[in-house]
C-alpha cells in the first residue's frame, strides 16, 4: 500500500500498464514532455519515449480517431481529452465510430480504446473546464463508462479500463485530483466494472452517487447521523454496466432512494436510476425517489457553489426523503 | 437538368482556368511503356484488372436491378469507379490495411475476399459476418484488412492514420490507404488525419476519389481549390492527381505512392478524378441536379471502355474475349445472388452480441 492523491493513482495506473505492456500508449495534447496539465502523465515520456507518450496535434477527432486506428491495429491506446468539455470535436468518433466497430463488423473488428477525461466543477473553470456530461457516454450502446471517486478506484478502474476488451470512458474527478488522499494497493490492482462500492451501511435511506459528489455526500450524511438518520452510501463506481442489483438491494432494504450528481437534472444518470427503481423496486419506496443535481442551465463561473450540490443541500433532501414516509 | 428560374448556387463561378472537377489529358500507352510502368508481365496485370472491373460493372447493374425489385434494400454503385479500386488493389500487397469509402468493395473482392461472401452482405443474411448488421456497400472484410466503415463521411481518414502509427511502431512491412470521396475533403477528419500523418510522417496514402459529385453538390462548391491534390501542400505532404479512369495511372501512382510510404518516406495525398456515371445511390436522381453534359462527358471517359480498347490495340483482347469474359463475371454474379437468396435471416439473438465482448447489454 502507498498513500496517493487521485491523480497521482491515476499516473500510478498509467506507468504500471505500460511497464507490463508494450501496446498501450498514451496519446493526448500536452501529455508528453509537459506530463498533462494536471501531470496525469509525469514522468511517462522520460519512461516510455515520445513513440509510447504521443504529443498530438490540438484536435480531439484527430486523438480519438488515430487511437480507434491503433487500437484496430491491436494496440492498447489510452487517449487523453484535457477537460471533458473538449469531448465535442470527438463525440461523432466516440459515437459513430469508437462505440459501434464491433457491433457492426460482426466481432471481427473490436475497438478497445480507453478516453480518460478530467470532468465535474469546483475548480473555478466556468462553463468550459467544468462539465458532467456522462449522460451522453451512457446512453450510447457500446461504450462503459467508469468514474472512480477515491485514489484507490482510480488506480483499480483505470487499469481495468486498459486491459479490458471493450471502449471506456473514464471519467477523472479533477475537483478531488490532489484533494483526496488514500491508501492504494500496490502492484496490479484491479476493481471490476460493474460492481458498485457500499461506502456506508444504514437503514433510512440508500444515497446513490459516483466521482466527486461522493465526497459531500458522506459529509452530509455523516452529519446526519448526530439526527438519528442512518443512510446507505453506494458508490455506483460505473454507470454502464451499471451494478443493478446493488441499487434494487438497496432500496428493498431501506425503503427511500436519494440520487446525487452534479450534472444537469434533465435526462441526467439520475432519472435512468429512477426510472430502474420505479419499475423494479416500486412496492419498497416508502417516499417519493428525490434527485439532488445541478442546475438545467450552463454551468456558471462566479456562483458555482451554488450549481454544484453542496453536503448542506444534500443533507437537506435526505431529510425531507426520511420524512416524506 | 438545373431550371434556369431556380436560384444561382453561392460561390464563385467557375472561370475558364478552373479545374476542380476537369479530368486529364487521357494518355496513350505502347508496350514500351507498359513494361517500363507495369514490369514485363504487364498484359496479365492489365487482363486481370479488367476481369475484376468487368465483375464490379456486372455487380452493379444486377444490384440495382435487384433494388428495384425490392430484393436488395440499397445499392451504392461504383460505375465509373472501378479504375479506383481495382488499381489500388492490385497495387498492394496483403500486409496493406484499406479503409473503404462508399465506393470501393470491388478492392475487397480484388484483395481476395469472396464474392459470395459480399453478396451475402448486400442480402444482410445470416451468412454475412457482420450478420446483417450494415446497410448494403458496408462490408467488413478482416481476411484482406478491409476495415468495417460507417456511414459518416471522412471518420475513416484518422483512422487510417491510427494504424498507420501502428505498423510505424512496429516495424511492420505494410502501409495503409484511405478512401474518400470530395465531399469528405470538408470534413474535419481530413484536415486532423492529414495533419497529424505529416507531423507523424506516417506510412499512409490518402486516396482522394474525386468523382466530382457529393450527393447533389458539385465539386466547385465543395472548395475554391483550383486542384484538390494541392491541399497536400498545407500538411506538408506531397500530392498528385491522377487519372482515376485510367487503370495503369492508378496502379503507378499508387504503387509509388505506398512504397514511399513503407520506405519512411511518409505520407501522400493522390487525388483520382473519376466521373460518377450513375446516381449517388439507389435513392436519389442525377436528373434533378445533373447537367446532361456531365453524363456525356463521363462515357467519354469510362475506365471499363477505356482499359478494353487499350488491351484491343495491343492484341490481348477480342470482341470473343470480352463476350467470354463478361458471360464469365455474369454466371459468377447469378450464381452468388442465388446462394445468397437462399440463405436464411440474421437470427434474434444477433440483435444484442457484439455490443460489447461478453458482457451483455442491458436487458429489457
Redesign the interface.
Known amino acids: 500500500m502507498t498513500e496517493l492523491n487521485l491523480v497521482q493513482a491515476v499516473n500510478r495506473a498509467l506507468a504500471e500498464a505500460m511497464r507490463a505492456d508494450p501496446d498501450v500508449?498514451v496519446i493526448g495534447e500536452d501529455v508528453g514532455l509537459n506530463g498533462g496539465v494536471f501531470r496525469a502523465t509525469e514522468g511517462l515520456y522520460k519512461e516510455f519515449g515520445a513513440?509510447?507518450v504521443?504529443d498530438?496535434?490540438l484536435?480531439e477527432?484527430?486523438i480519438?480517431?488515430?487511437?480507434?486506428?491503433?487500437?484496430?491495429?491491436?494496440?492498447k491506446?489510452v487517449a487523453e481529452i484535457q477537460f471533458l468539455d473538449f469531448i465535442y470535436?470527438a463525440f461523432?468518433?466516440i459515437v459513430?465510430?469508437l462505440a459501434?466497430?464491433?457491433?457492426?463488423?460482426?466481432?471481427?473488428?473490436?475497438c478497445h480504446v480507453v478516453v480518460r477525461a478530467p470532468y465535474g466543477g469546483g475548480v473555478k473553470g466556468g462553463l468550459y473546464h467544468s462539465q458532467s456530461s456522462e449522460a451522453y457516454f451512457a446512453h450510447t450502446?457500446?461504450l462503459?463508462v467508469a468514474i472512480p471517486s477515491s485514489p484507490a478506484d482510480a488506480k483499480g478502474l483505470l487499469t481495468t479500463a486498459i486491459f479490458?476488451?471493450?471502449p471506456v470512458i473514464f471519467l477523472e474527478p479533477k475537483r478531488i485530483y490532489r484533494a483526496v488522499t488514500g491508501e492504494v494497493p500496490d502492484g496490479d490492482h484491479r476493481v471490476p466494472f460493474?460492481k458498485a462500492n457500499t461506502l456506508r451501511q444504514g437503514d433510512d435511506v440508500s444515497v446513490f452517487a459516483y466521482g466527486a459528489m461522493i465526497h459531500p455526500v458522506l459529509q452530509a450524511t455523516d452529519t446526519l447521523l448526530a439526527e438519528g438518520i442512518s443512510s446507505e452510501v453506494v458508490d455506483l463506481r460505473t454507470l454502464v454496466?451499471?451494478d443493478?442489483a446493488a441499487v434494487c438491494a438497496s432500496v428493498e432494504k431501506t425503503g427511500r432512494a436519494v440520487i446525487v450528481h452534479e450534472a444537469p437534472r434533465t435526462a441526467g444518470f439520475g432519472a435512468e436510476l429512477a426510472a430502474l427503481l420505479a419499475e423494479k423496486c416500486l412496492y419498497s419506496l416508502k417516499a417519493p425517489v428525490l434527485r439532488i443535481t445541478g442546475f438545467d442551465t450552463p454551468f456558471p463561473y462566479a456562483l458555482e457553489n451554488l450549481y454544484l450540490p453542496t453536503p448542506e443541500r444534500i443533507a437537506h433532501g435526505i431529510r425531507s426523503t426520511v420524512r416524506a414516509g | 437538368m438545373t431550371s434556369s428560374e431556380e436560384p444561382a448556387r453561392p460561390g464563385a463561378a467557375a472561370g475558364p482556368q478552373d479545374t476542380r472537377g476537369a479530368s486529364l489529358q487521357p494518355l496513350e500507352y505502347d508496350e514500351p511503356a507498359l513494361q517500363l510502368l507495369l514490369g514485363p508481365t504487364w498484359d496479365e496485370t492489365l487482363m486481370t484488372g479488367y476481369r475484376w472491373m468487368i465483375l464490379g460493372r456486372t455487380l452493379d447493374q444486377r444490384m440495382l436491378g435487384l433494388q428495384r425489385q425490392g430484393r436488395v434494400g440499397f445499392y451504392g454503385p461504383a460505375t465509373g469507379q472501378e479504375a479506383v479500386s481495382v488499381g489500388a488493389a492490385l497495387a498492394s500487397g496483403p500486409p496493406d490495411w484499406v479503409f473503404p469509402g462508399l465506393r470501393e468493395q470491388l478492392l475487397a473482392l480484388a484483395r481476395g475476399h469472396a464474392l459470395e461472401t459480399y453478396v451475402h452482405h448486400l442480402f444482410a443474411d445470416n451468412v454475412d459476418p457482420a450478420r446483417g448488421r450494415q446497410m448494403p456497400c458496408h462490408p467488413t472484410a478482416r481476411d484482406v484488412h478491409y476495415v468495417s466503415m460507417s456511414s459518416v463521411v471522412g471518420t475513416q481518414i484518422t483512422h487510417a492514420v491510427g494504424v498507420a502509427y501502428g505498423q510505424k511502431l512496429r516495424k511492420d512491412p505494410g502501409a495503409t490507404l484511405a478512401f474518400f470521396g470530395d465531399g469528405a475533403t470538408s470534413a474535419n477528419d481530413f484536415h486532423a488525419g492529414l495533419n497529424f500523418a505529416g507531423v507523424l510522417a506516417l506510412p499512409v496514402v490518402f486516396c482522394l476519389v474525386n468523382n466530382q459529385w457529393a450527393i447533389s453538390v458539385p465539386v466547385e462548391h465543395q472548395t475554391h481549390v483550383a486542384v484538390l491534390a494541392d491541399k497536400a501542400r498545407a500538411y506538408g505532404i506531397p500530392g498528385a492527381r491522377v487519372d482515376g479512369t485510367d487503370l495503369v495511372a492508378v496502379i503507378a501512382a499508387t504503387r509509388d505512392a505506398l512504397a514511399r510510404a513503407r520506405g519512411g518516406g511518409g505520407p501522400t495525398l493522390l487525388e483520382f478524378v473519376v466521373f460518377r456515371m450513375a446516381a449517388h445511390s439507389s435513392s436519389d436522381d442525377p436528373k434533378r441536379y445533373q447537367p446532361k453534359e456531365f453524363q456525356e462527358k463521363a462515357r467519354e471517359r469510362d475506365p471499363v471502355e477505356r482499359l478494353e480498347g487499350l488491351l484491343k490495340r495491343l492484341g490481348r483482347l477480342d470482341d470473343a474475349g470480352v463476350a467470354t469474359l463478361a458471360a464469365d463475371a455474369d454466371a459468377r454474379v447469378r450464381m452468388a445472388i442465388q446462394t445468397a437468396e437462399a440463405a436464411p435471416q440474421p437470427v434474434p439473438d444477433s440483435l444484442t452480441t457484439d455490443v460489447f465482448s461478453s458482457v451483455a447489454p442491458t436487458p429489457r
Open positions: 500508449l513513440d509510447r504521443i498530438s496535434p484536435s477527432t484527430g480519438v480517431g488515430a487511437a480507434i486506428g491503433m487500437a484496430l491495429y491491436g494496440l491506446p470535436p461523432d468518433q459513430s465510430e459501434k466497430f464491433r457491433y457492426r463488423s460482426g466481432g471481427q473488428y473490436p450502446a457500446g462503459k479490458d476488451e471493450d460493474g454496466p451499471l443493478e
